[in-house]
């Protein structure tokens, strides 16, 4: 492949037949190998020479057989380091990832290393410039280029040996290293290639493959394809196939294949033993089988081998000669000439994956392994007793210097190791026989805990500690201070080398490999509690600790794993200490007594005189938590979240977060299943955090906390007494066993309450032994049925037939029950860890298994073993075995009954009733079951011969007990049962039931019947017990509580507007009612007794007469079919159940099962209501409203109280006003959805200076509806239109159309814009008329800003009209004053010339004229041709743009003309084309609205009088005919200059076709697309205008950044004026894309900031200030806002940060900065302070200093400025510098001082200069 002629080229292409080039290249390379084996080293230079002479050999053996590149191996043995040579290339898998450097995992066990400047030359140039920039955050760091498992190329960089003699593997990626033997044109489609990211770009990455002169490129698709979406970085390694090859390999394209697809190389690619890389995969062919491996052939030429490590192990016996297999590549050593392949699934088959490592095993000590194949040259394979294989190297077989008996290790039937490490590679634990290695107690780092006692040998002595090992590998750092418990001068005196001692660890971190011990005698001997961490602090408790600073408030102590914590000055001693240095010193250990401690802040208070005192830390700690428990306000009720302290035989020792409050948690309160306390308790931990805890009681010493679910909804929703005050006769109460006497039990209740239950109350059979019917803590459901009021005693029963469980509901409890078994299971596995406790947890009852017979047995069954369930035991019952005739080895099928994941046991059954195929279950259906498995709470049924199982509960109620042997449940009883849910997930898929022993009879069918025996439509006899708003409570007889909707007191006819129903219903009073229902307990929902999911709870009841007549059929209503029978625009009865006010609405019911909202615009009509809500509607009361939407499926219901369902045009409703938008108006929000504006013009009736001022956000409003145009409603809030009968006359009355105006009219209106092109004014909503400028002002107006700046966007003026145009709809109006009557719009103090008009500009004219004839004829020849010229000029400038303005010049002005019109000539038709929110500084600032341009013309008046045009046509009778003749050249020249005007691309077209001809010519000038979008924006066209600049996007070159920047600002602009939220963002996104982030962001803000969208524009800063955080310019500019905003200690804020953030040669220029922004928007004395002390730190920056003085000078005082000169003029400057600051100092004085402080200033600089030159004679 790599032949020499490529190698070397002659100047030409070699014109050889392409069938022969591999041949050739095959033999040349051949030899080209053999050259450099033998003559290499020795003579270079003849290499080539005798490869071309050796070249014809290889041809003749071609011809006689077959060529092979590489001789077979004879035997095949594993890699050894010691034949690892530099340059080799292997395969590797990543292992772990530091910031610096990457472990790789090798083939063999071995294991490499890959340093950060090994990767490619791209990164490491990426990674000195970034550590020049001083910018580290930004680097890729290896993490982000490798990931553990990741598969990378490597070639030997170097082979370091360590200070023990052992060799480290330096490896590279760098493909210049690993793709060395490759060459441009050796390159063909199909190769597999390895690189790194070389750069990245727009559409792809152009990759490193370390070929000369080639460039491979990967698009980005196919890169985000294999690489999950995520965009790759420079250095990152890549895998690709080459796609397509260019340019004789010059340019390649790279496509990444996906990993099920990825070819096998082939021989027709070219590879040779010199270019062969690790990782390909080839399909290759068995040669040979030996005992250590297979040799294979491959590529057609090539031999290579496969070691035992790298065989399938699955199909290890089955590789014969001759068989076909895909191996891969693992490595190629050259110098043996050996290609060494793997065969293992995880690196051949497409899509495998390399997995870490599936145990953490490394370090441990395993027993009874035995030894299954050794091979000689390699090592031994192990098999551990669970096992697992692992391998042992052969110089691990021995120890290190002894030799090695095979024999003798075979022959040990048992044998101890040690495992070492796992290899990725090989996919297996390498292990160790050495008994050294076995018998040291510390392997690894992570073996170590902090406060461990250890043994170590003094390694060497250090001047800041001694190092100390613990084995070969593990050392630690004993501290100069720890080497004793006094500080020893002469340590060498008291450690040797080698000496042997005993430490305490101090911390450990086994990551960073960081290991600090201590010598001290008092901490090694302590026998008090170590402080581990600050969870072990409690406050009372005391240890010892080391003194690490003393100041002098105290000291600071530290214990072990860096906790530390501070002793203040008043608790150092009993005695006053004023110098704490004086009697501690650092390294002193002294005993420490916690007064507080703070877990979360890492804080904690100590005391040595507390520990001094002697105070038991058990009483003090009993002593914290009781005062803690007083002061803390968690009531019983209140649910909590705790942390475990300390596991005890009765419960655990809790902390109730986050205040760290002691309370307890007793074991018989972790669940309601008394044999899952056991098992949560046992899964719970010291530090676990238990959730979902509710206080049961409380008292002074403690506080108690339950978990028990039942308890837990009871206490949540209130039922249970206080004390024992509010207890009666009846009360129902959840309560749970506390003692059992042989009277009776005594069951406790919330706030410690305790009722007894006699041994008669405790069930409705006979009890002969209380012992064996309730266990301690079981959960009950109790009635109190006697009060001893003296005593405080009372009785209850625990009968079921008089207790009514307010959740009778057994499947909760099952499901609640399982979910506990499977979380405790979790934590128990999670702990403990291994792959078994996870297997036992994924199965379920119900699934199958393949097994193996293993005994056998006639009485006790049969036990089984299965490949995937190593050490689990099996087993099957006598009954589950029975009708199967079992032999062991026999495979079976068996059927899951139950997992035990505590035990690690199985129960199977091998049934074939149950084995069978499943049969599919309905809802509703009834079954025969039959009990399989029982346990203590939970039971396995099947259900009749569907081969269906399911879990049931033991006990159908928590108060059933067991009287007999007979009612328990057992193995083989029959249940019936009938589904409720044919797969429930909380089951794992299986069926959900309920379940009795016996069919009880009933009077009714099934499905209208609940447990209790009510019927649907049964009638009662009930009492009422309570009567709320919107229900009224019932007892029915046998104590059973009932309930009665609002709805269902009142017949719907008797029902009147504004009643209280459940009013008419007096508590004792006894009444008729009728069944319709029940409600859930648990989500309190409605539904009949017909649901298939309902449950008994609480029955629902009527008591309308209608409905209570036993002869009228009554029908179950679903809350869907009452939802269907309700129609838009309906009127129906409602009744107020809530208000929201976070929401604004009111919730009301109609029916027990349907609840609607209303929304509060449509509950009032007027806005006075809006505060009264509660008043208008109170709870209960029922209320006609209309339906404004209803759906089934979602259930939705909305309704409105106004009487209207829908927005009609002309009608009056309530808004709230949602914005308020300058330019436009109102943003209000509609009933029913809507959302309208309301128009300067229709605000009031009576305009107003400041029309928005009276209006806020959420404000309620009454508006009128004039039309919707696309979902938007048009309003008006004009009293003349809300209420027109009663209005005043309007003073501003509303115009509809133009009609209605009439010219010579005077009419009021708001400034839309003011430009060069008028004064714009909104009349009406539809129209704006327009003010000329000569109509506009008496003075004559030469720049249009001086309008804008003093008619401001909604100024109020009063116009006349004109003229109208009634086709086009054009209003023209005056201002002036002699027109409208008032004052002029320009004050006189501008200083502006008269405008003259008519007769005075005759006279004015004349005027002129007479002062010309005074002067000689010479003069006034030469003035009279200044004039012409003039005029000529005037002419060219206005003629094909004129605004209709006749333009008057005083002689002053005309001299002042002269010099200014040269510099303004190239600026003349930019600023005449565009409008003022088109002009350009840096980019485009579109800050005006749409208003700002003019409305659509026709055309513009062109032909507009002028006068002095009229002037020069007066007088043109007295020309004579030589100055006619003059004039009709001047003419012509005018025409042609007309023509070339018309033809100039920088005049400003007037319709879409010039514009097109314009850019045709121009197409990436942004001005003039910025114009045409004005043009559209003229004409109101906002989607042209948008068109237009999505075409300017497109059109404009990518190489013109900043003309695209300035269509993205426009368009962004456009956005945020007219269009959406929704759209600007988009915008901006797009914008960021494809243009520098930066000004964009920035443009963005200004935006915002103009607009006055603060929420916007400060989340837009903060975002910069993160993204750009090493950009000045964005603090500074978020900075300014804020200031501009007045938020000065958010300024102050963000200047910390910005120094922070930024170099620290920034902070001076940006403290400056800030400070002037101070001076400037904030507070000038901050900023004054600021430039005191940077200029304190600085005082030679003299351009701070010359900064500083300007901002004195113009806001601050006279006082202060001359302070700061004098300051200034007394610095060690130059001379140079100080002459500057004297001369300024002067220039002060003589503007604002006096005669006496200008002498003053020349005195001191007369002093300066002396001493100066004082300074210069010595």
């Known amino acids: 492949m790599a032949t020499t002629e490529e190698d070397f080229p002659r100047g030409g292409i070699a ?178 290639l390895s690189g790194c990211v070389d750069s990245v770009e727009d559409h792809g990455y152009i990759i490193d493959i370390g070929v000369k002169g080639t460039k491979a490129f990967l698009p980005k698709k196919a890169a985000q394809q294999h690489n999950n979406q995520e965009d790759l970085k420079v250095g990152q390694y890549v895998t690709a196939v080459v796609d397509q090859v260019k340019n004789e390999g010059r340019v390649v394209r790279f496509s990444v294949s996906p990993p099920s697809s990825q070819d096998c190389a082939e021989a027709a690619q070219g590879w040779n033993l010199t270019n062969i890389l690790p990782g390909l995969l080839v399909k290759a062919t068995v040669k040979k089988v030996t005992k250590h491996g297979l040799i294979l052939s491959f590529l057609s030429s090539f031999s290579g081998q496969v070691d035992f490590l790298h065989m399938e192990p699955e199909q290890a016996s089955s590789y014969e000669p001759g068989s076909e297999v895909q191996a891969c590549v693992l490595y190629v050593e050259p110098s043996a000439r050996v290609v060494s392949l793997s065969l293992r699934s995880y690196l051949v088959q497409p899509g495998a994956r390399v997995d870490p490592c599936p145990v953490d095993r490394i370090g441990e000590v395993v027993e009874n392994c035995k030894i299954t194949t050794s091979h000689h040259m390699s090592g031994a394979l192990l098999e551990l007793p669970d096992q697992t294989v692992t391998f042992i190297h052969r110089n691990h077989l021995k120890e290190p210097k002894a030799s090695l008996n095979e024999n003798r290790l075979q022959a040990k039937a048992e044998h101890t190791c040690r495992i070492l490490d796992f290899s990725l590679m090989d996919q297996m634990h390498f292990a160790t026989l050495r008994k050294s290695v076995i018998s040291k107690p510390f392997f690894r780092y992570h073996d170590i805990k902090a406060g461990q006692v250890v043994e170590g040998t003094v390694s060497v002595l250090l001047n800041h500690g001694m190092m100390v090992h613990l084995s070969d590998h593990i050392k630690g750092l004993v501290p100069r201070t720890h080497l004793s418990d006094i500080v020893l001068k002469n340590p060498e005196k008291k450690y040797v080398e080698g000496m042997k001692i005993k430490c305490r660890v101090l911390s450990v971190d086994p990551d960073k490999k960081k290991l600090y011990l201590t010598r001290k005698k008092s901490l090694v001997d302590s026998t008090q509690r170590l402080f581990l961490s600050y969870d072990d602090a409690l406050p009372g408790r005391v240890s010892h600790g080391y003194i690490v600073c003393v100041k002098d408030f105290g000291c600071i102590v530290r214990f072990y794993n860096n906790v530390r914590g501070l002793v203040p000055l008043r608790e150092l001693s009993s005695e006053m200490i004023i110098s704490p240095e004086t009697v501690f010193y650092v390294g002193q250990v002294l005993k420490a007594k916690v007064l507080q401690c703070d877990p979360e802040k890492s804080k904690m208070v100590l005391s040595f005189k507390a520990a001094i005192d002697g105070e038991s830390e058990e009483a003090a700690a009993a002593a914290a938590a009781a005062a803690a428990a007083a002061q803390c306000d968690c009531e019983v009720g209140t ?33 309601d299943h008394t044999s899952n306390c056991p098992l949560l308790w046992e899964g719970l931990q010291e530090g676990d955090n238990i959730s979902s805890l509710v206080c049961c009681s409380r008292n002074k010493q403690n506080i108690t906390l339950t978990k028990k679910p039942t308890a837990r909804w009871a206490l949540e929703e209130g039922m249970f007494a206080k004390d024992f005050s509010e207890i009666s006769v009846g009360m129902q109460l959840i309560g749970w066993i506390k003692n059992i006497m042989p009277y009776g039990v005594f069951v406790e209740f919330p706030h410690g309450l305790v009722g007894l239950a006699p041994k008669s109350a405790m069930a409705d059979r006979f009890i002969g032994n209380t012992a064996e019917v309730f266990q301690l803590g079981q959960t009950v459901f109790a009635k109190v049925t006697n009060l001893d009021e003296e005593k405080r005693r009372f009785l209850v029963t625990l009968k079921i037939t008089e207790v009514m469980s307010p959740e009778s509901e057994p499947q909760t409890r099952l499901i609640n029950g399982l979910n506990e078994r499977k979380a405790a299971a979790e934590m128990l596995a999670a702990r403990e860890g291994g792959d078994l406790r996870q297997q036992l947890l994924a199965l379920s009852a119900g699934e199958k298994l393949k097994l193996t017979v293993d005994q056998t047995s006639k009485d006790s069954g049969a036990t089984f073993k299965s490949d995937d369930l190593a050490g689990v035991s099996i ?137 209790r025996g009510l019927c ?202 949602t914005n308020i938008v300058p330019q436009f108006g109102l943003q209000v929000r509609l009933p029913f959805g809507a959302m309208g504006t309301v128009g300067l013009i229709d605000l009031a009736d009576a305009y107003k200076p400041k029309p928005l001022a009276g209006f806020s956000k959420d404000q309620l409003l009454r508006c009128f509806l004039l039309e919707s145009e696309n979902g938007k409603w048009q309003l008006s809030l004009r009293p003349s239109r809300l209420d027109a009968e009663n209005a005043k006359q309007a003073k501003d009355p509303e115009v509809l159309s133009v009609d209605h105006l009439e010219a010579g009219q005077i009419i009021r209106g708001y400034v839309k814009s003011a430009g060069e092109q008028g004064v714009f004014i909104r009349l009406a909503t539809n129209i704006t ?85 005074k002067l000689p004829e010479s003069e006034q020849k030469q003035a009279q041709s200044e004039v012409v010229k003039k005029k000529k000029k005037k002419k060219s400038k206005t003629e094909d743009n004129d605004s209709g303005v006749e333009v008057y010049f005083r002689e002053e002005e005309e001299e002042e003309k ?108 942004s001005l003039l697309w910025l114009q045409y979008m004005a043009h559209h924006l003229q004409a109101t066209q906002i989607e042209q205008a948008r068109s237009v600049a999505e075409r300017a996007l497109k ?93 000065s200690d958010a300024a102050a804020a963000l200047l910390q940060r910005a120094l922070k953030s930024l170099p620290s040669k920034e902070s001076v220029d940006v403290i400056a900065k800030f400070a002037q922004l101070e001076f400037r928007y904030g507070d000038a004395e901050r900023g004054r302070s600021m430039f005191d002390k940077v200029l304190s730190s600085y005082p030679k920056r003299t351009d701070l200093w010359s900064v500083f003085i300007d901002l004195m000078v113009k806001y601050g005082a006279q006082k202060e400025v001359r302070a700061l000169f004098d300051r200034v003029i007394h610095l060690s400057l130059s001379v140079k510098k100080i002459k500057f600051f004297f001369k300024r100092y002067l220039e002060y004085e003589k503007k604002h001082g006096t005669p006496e402080s200008i002498q003053e200033v020349k005195e001191k600089a007369m002093e300066f200069v002396e001493a100066k030159g004082a300074d210069a004679a010595k």
């Open 1595 to 1687: 059109t404009i070159s990518f190489r013109e950044e900043q003309e695209k920047l300035n269509v993205w600002v426009a368009l962004l602009n456009l956005e945020n004026m007219y269009g959406t939220e929704e759209s600007l963002k988009k915008v901006f996104e797009r914008a960021v894309q494809f243009c520098e982030p930066m000004p964009v962001y920035q443009q963005l803000a200004d935006i915002y900031a103009k607009s006055e969208k603060t929420k916007e524009a400060e989340s837009l800063y903060k975002t910069m200030v993160k993204r750009f955080r090493q950009d000045k310019a964005v603090w500074l500019s978020y900075g300014t806002y804020l200031l501009q905003q007045g938020q």
């Open 1458 to 1565: 002269k010099g200014a019109e040269p510099k303004a000539a190239p600026q003349v038709a930019p600023s005449s084309a565009a409008p003022s929110r088109l002009q350009v500084a840096a980019g485009f600032s579109w800050d005006v609205g749409l208003s700002s341009l003019k409305p659509a013309l026709a055309a513009q008046d062109r032909d507009s009088s002028d006068g002095e045009d009229e002037d020069i046509g007066s007088k043109s009778q007295k020309k004579t005919r030589h100055e006619l003749e003059q004039e009709k050249k001047q003419a012509e020249k005018a025409l042609v200059q007309r023509e070339a005007q018309l033809m100039d691309p920088s005049l400003r077209p007037e319709d879409a076709g010039a514009f097109e001809r314009l850019l045709l010519a121009s197409p990436n000038s």
């Open 875 to 1011: 087993s099957a019952s006598r009954q589950h075995a029975m009708g199967v005739n079992l032999n062991p080895g026999q495979k079976v099928t068996a059927i899951i009954l139950h997992a035990d994941v505590f035990s690690s046991s199985v129960d199977v059954s091998l049934l074939p009733a149950l084995v069978a195929k499943k049969k599919s279950l309905t809802e509703g259906s009834k079954y025969t079951a039959k009990v399989q498995h029982v346990g203590k709470d939970f039971a396995v049924i099947s259900l009749d011969d569907t081969a269906q199982l399911t879990v049931i509960q033991t006990r159908s109620h928590l108060n059933s007990v067991f009287v007999s042997e007979s009612d328990r449940m057992k193995p083989g009883s029959s249940l019936a049962v009938e589904v409720i849910e044919a797969s429930c997930q909380e089951l794992q898929g299986l069926p959900l039931v309920s379940w009795q022993r016996s069919a009880a009879p009933s009077r009714c069918s099934a499905s209208e019947a609940d447990p």
């Open 1329 to 1413: 008329g327009r003010v000329q400028l000569q109509h506009t002002s008496k003075f004559f107006v030469s720049k249009h800003k001086v309008l804008t700046e003093h008619l401001p966007v909604n100024t109020l003026l009063t116009t006349k009209i004109i003229s109208i145009d009634r086709q086009e709809e054009l209003v023209n109006l005056s201002l002036l004053s002699e027109d409208t009557g008032k004052p002029d719009v320009l004050p006189e103090s501008l200083g502006l010339p008269l405008h003259f008009t008519g007769e005075e500009k005759k006279k004015h004219d004349a005027e002129r004229m007479k002062k010309k004839r």
């Open 639 to 671: 649910k909590v979240e705790a942390r475990v302290l300390k596991k005890s035989v009765n419960g655990l020792e809790v902390s109730i977060l986050p205040d760290e409050v002691r309370a307890i948690l007793p074991t018989m309160h972790l669940s």
């Open 15 to 192: 014109k050889q037949p392409v069938e022969s080039r591999i041949v050739v290249q095959r033999a040349e390379v051949d030899n080209l190998f053999q050259t450099a084996e033998q003559k290499e080293s020795k003579k270079r230079k003849g290499a080539p020479k005798d490869g071309i002479n050796k070249s014809k050999k290889p041809k003749k053996g071609g011809k006689e057989g077959g060529l092979t590149l590489n001789a077979a191996a004879t035997t095949v043995e594993i890699l050894h380091i010691k034949n690892v040579k530099e340059g080799m290339l292997i395969l590797g898998c990543v292992k772990e990832v530091t910031d610096f450097e990457v472990t790789v995992s090798l083939p063999c066990g071995l294991q490499g290393f890959l340093s950060i400047k090994n990767i490619c030359e791209s990164y490491a140039k990426q990674l000195s410039k970034q550590l020049d920039a001083d910018d580290s955050e930004e680097i890729d760091s290896l993490p982000n280029i490798f990931h553990p498992g990741m598969l990378i190329r490597c070639a030997v960089a170097k082979l370091d040996t360590s200070k023990g003699g052992m060799l480290s593997i330096q490896l590279s990626i760098n493909p210049q290293q690993v793709n060395k033997a490759l060459s441009a044109t050796a390159l063909k489609t199909g190769m597999v």
């Open 1016 to 1217: 649907f439509g049964q009638t009662v006899q009930c009492t009422v017990k309570a009567v709320k708003p919107t229900a009224v409570t019932l007892t029915l007889e046998g104590g059973a509580v009932g309930s009665v909707h609002v709805s269902e007191v009142i017949d719907t006819s008797e029902m009147c507007p504004g009643i209280f129903p459940t009013s008419s219903v007096k508590v004792g009073s006894v009444v008729s009612a009728r069944v319709i229902g029940g409600r859930e307990a648990s989500s309190h929902r409605f539904l009949p007794f017909s649901h298939p999911r309902f449950t008994y709870t609480t029955p629902e009841l009527t008591l309308i007469p209608s409905k209570l007549d036993t002869s009228t059929e009554l029908k179950s209503v679903s809350a869907k079919e009452k939802l269907n029978s309700y129609s838009v625009g309906e009127e129906i009865t409602c009744f107020v159940s809530k208000f929201h006010r976070d929401r604004k609405s009111l919730e009301v019911t109609t029916h027990p099962s349907v609840t609607g909202t209303v929304d509060l615009l449509a509950m009032i009509a007027d806005p006075k209501d809006a505060g009264r809500l509660q008043k208008l509607y109170k709870l209960g009361q029922a209320v006609r409203a209309k339906v404004v939407e209803v759906s089934s499926q979602p259930q939705r219901l909305v309704l409105s109280f106004t009487g209207d369902y829908r927005l009609q045009k002309g009608g009056v409703t309530v808004g709230m006003v």
